[in-house]
């Protein structure tokens, strides 16, 4: 029997049994014992907050709450235990079992339940035994007072961080148990309660972690930090699978969680995974899908949602979504669709058909439930990215007009002369990146935004946070690689490729694929010759 918490920790019910009584019936004069039996994590695992350091339990007969009960936990983790004695036998009785955070108060004063569980056992004459153990859910920590602007040199500003589990629950906001770090001190110098001071210009990547939980397994968040009006010089390279063959990387979120998909599992599948920073790479759960035969995760939102292509041999292949709670869903549908992008509501676009001989189309779906709503093109053959605010920017295949906003009160993008809009990515302020595709030759790379259309030359534009920052690549005459570029109106075309650093050899033509609020950039290029995920992270 298991309780999911919906607080601070998870509280498993492992056992109930009784001693002594056996083979009488119950009687309500009859007197009962119970023993908790609480089991703490050790330190060498993921344990719960330092703070959390207490458990208390109530008993409710009959609507009547008897008086608490409370043991500390052992320091190092371990085995505690709580005794509640002269309760009636035969009666479903209800066990309020919570831990708390001393230093987590309410504003008048009492204390907040971090988690807690309300078991309703029937029990036996005698001794009865509860078995409980504990651990962390903590599934984000939200940073918040980040500088929407770049620091000037001596500013000061203070960082507050909230740990939450996976339905957006506050578990923990004192700010004495979290640790914070900066990867360049000389640039942002970090102190213990979270205060940053810009040292000198540059970029750094400011880290959170739970206090206590300093192990391989800590929760923790990252936000970059930039001194000076300067962008970034230089960027970090990370590798998202190394020892996989084949990955991809397609989406990015604003915590710098990124999607992707393995081609080198068994039987050569695409199977899904997510990957966070000092983290790794998590699978993800596709058991849901009936007769299982692939699946491509395609976009995630602020919350954690992953959006992505499922195939199968028993359904259609269909958009999939796995949500921040470990759920996974398959929309309800009766034709054939690719995942292309998900909000933060939980909004998703892609392409659609309903009938096998028809063409596919863009489409928008509001939710899980809903059936996808088709976006209005003169041809079939297009695509849709989906913002938080809900507007959507599409493209058409072959007349030339590209729309953002919202279906039926849209605004028509403007193509360069002789070419068809292409739309790539979409932001919260309704800029768009795309290109121009010719009718042969190379593609020219656009941007979309309140002053218009920016033309950045033979190339394309794939991603653009709600900065205006633009990430893509340059082309020659051709439409071969030549490099990577980020963009903005300000600064104009940079050569992204030379500012890379910690790529070896075995790495070419890494091709950025989105950005995120913190101008941390997902990419991916080829490792000896196979296709290959990476993260750039400015330094």
């Avoid at 050569?495 to 989105?514: F, R």
């Amino acid at each position: 029997m298991k309780f999911l918490i919906q607080f601070g920790l998870v509280l498993v019910l492992l056992g109930l049994c009784s001693c002594g009584g056996s083979g009488q019936i119950p009687q309500a004069s009859q007197k009962s014992k119970v023993q908790l039996s609480v089991n703490w994590p050790v330190n060498d695992t993921r344990f719960i907050h330092d703070r959390a350091n207490k458990v208390t339990a109530t008993v409710t007969v009959s609507g009547v709450a008897m008086p608490p009960v409370s043991t500390s936990r052992p320091q190092g983790g371990g085995t505690s235990f709580l005794t509640l004695e002269n309760l009636p036998s035969g009666t479903a009785i209800s066990f309020d079992v919570w831990s708390e955070d001393t230093n987590l108060n309410s504003q008048e004063g009492h204390i907040v339940r971090l988690s807690e569980a309300k078991p309703i056992v029937v029990l036996e004459p005698g001794l009865n035994h509860l078995d409980f153990a504990l651990q962390s859910n903590t599934t984000k920590i939200d940073i918040s007072g980040v500088p929407s602007n770049p620091m000037n040199i001596g500013d000061l500003v203070h960082l507050t961080a909230i740990a939450k589990n996976s339905d957006g629950v506050m578990v923990l906001s004192s700010q004495d148990a979290f640790v914070w770090s900066s990867s360049s001190p000389l640039t942002v110098s970090m102190d213990s309660f979270g205060t940053a001071i810009g040292i000198q210009n540059g970029t750094s990547v400011i880290t959170v972690r739970e206090k206590g939980n300093e192990t391989q397994n800590a929760f923790s968040s990252f936000v970059s930090i930039t001194v000076g009006n300067s962008p970034p010089s230089t960027y970090q390279f990370v590798e998202l699978a190394p020892g996989h063959t084949y990955s991809r990387a397609t989406g990015i979120n604003a915590d710098g969680t990124v999607c992707g998909y393995l081609y080198d599992s068994p039987g050569n599948i695409n199977y899904s995974f997510t990957y966070k920073f000092g983290t790794g790479i998590q699978m993800l759960d596709t058991t849901q899908i009936p007769t299982f035969t692939g699946s491509q995760a395609m976009g995630i939102n602020d919350l954690g949602d992953v959006l992505g292509t499922a195939y199968s041999f028993q359904n259609p292949t269909s958009v999939f979504v796995w949500n921040h709670d470990g759920t996974s869903t398959y929309p309800s549908h009766a034709g054939e669709s690719y995942a292309l992008s998900i909000n933060a509501s939980g909004a998703f676009t892609g392409v659609y058909r309903a009938q096998f001989f028809d063409d596919f189309g863009p489409a928008i779906w509001s939710s899980l439930t809903a059936q996808p709503q088709g976006l209005p093109t003169s041809t079939r053959s297009s695509g849709a990215y989906i913002a938080n605010s809900g507007h959507v920017a599409w493209w058409n295949g072959s007349d030339s007009t590209a729309f953002v906003g919202l279906p039926g009160s849209s605004t028509s993008l403007s193509s360069i002369s002789g070419t068809r809009p292409v739309v790539l990515g979409l932001n919260n302020t309704d800029s768009v990146a795309g290109y121009g595709l010719p009718p042969g030759g190379a593609t020219y790379a656009c941007v979309w935004d309140q002053q218009g259309r920016a033309d950045l030359g033979l190339g394309q534009t794939n991603g653009i946070n709600d900065s205006g920052v633009a990430v893509g690549v340059t082309v020659d005459q051709n439409g071969a690689f030549t490099s990577a570029f980020i963009w903005t109106r300000t600064t104009g075309l940079k050569n992204l490729t030379q500012m890379i650093q910690g790529m070896d050899a075995s790495w070419s033509g890494v091709i950025p694929v989105g950005i995120n609020k913190n101008g941390w950039i997902v990419a991916e290029g080829l490792k000896n010759g196979q296709a290959a995920g990476c993260l750039l992270i400015p330094q």
